[in-house]
């Protein structure tokens, strides 16, 4: 799993970098105009960390994660 930056550019994704591998699937969040998205070096691992999980199946359920949410206040 890869964190890239890109630009759109008349109309398509233009990324910074390393070319993707041709047919990746890709992700794409996409701030307002006035919102920030940055992710220092800590954030990124973390986030890697919890696709990575995600990508080996440890993942729960929306109600699971609920019910944990409630029982945690």
Known sequence: MKVITGK????????EGEPLEEGCTV????????EAFELDVEA????????AEADRGEV???KELLSKLRNHT
């Open 60 to 62: 729960i359920t929306g």
């Open 27 to 34: 992700t794409v969040l996409a701030r307002e105009q006035d």
């Open 44 to 51: 990124e691992a973390a986030l890697l960390a919890a696709i």
């Open 8 to 15: 759109v550019v008349a109309g398509k994704v233009v990324i």
